[in-house]
């Protein structure tokens, strides 16, 4: 596996990731699922941010196809926020997450940022973050770094 940042040619899989992701969630948290944007919001906003400097994606891939992604942003006073993380359903629960936030984690302290949100998701992205170091707040997921 390995991480870079993606290209427009890229936003087909990302975009068929993240359409995964919110199928995964309508069985999950069918609530949750309902308040998600449609997915022409989701494919422009990505597009949007691979040329925004305040936000940055990585994307995991292997040899054969994408893995994962993670979509950051920094809002003004320097607070990070995980915009999104959409890991292939068969990667999850592997290293891609951990490997994916290594990366961010860099980033966001590269650009001055010392506290970084992660809305709530569901159980399972929410156990993940707390692996990482992330407490629950009453709004959401808070990781210091």
Known sequence: MFIRVPQVADLAAMVRLWQEQVNLLAILSPKLAQSILPLEHWSSALQAALSDSQQQIYLAENSTHVLGFMWLKVEPGLT???????????????????????????????????????????AIADAFWSTQGAVVTDRGLIISL
């Open 80 to 122: 990070g926020i995980v915009v999104a993380t959409c890991i292939e359903i068969h990667g999850q629960g592997s290293t891609v997450g951990a490997t994916l936030w290594s990366h961010a984690r860099n980033w966001f302290q590269s650009q001055g940022v010392s506290v970084v949100s992660v809305p709530k998701q569901s």
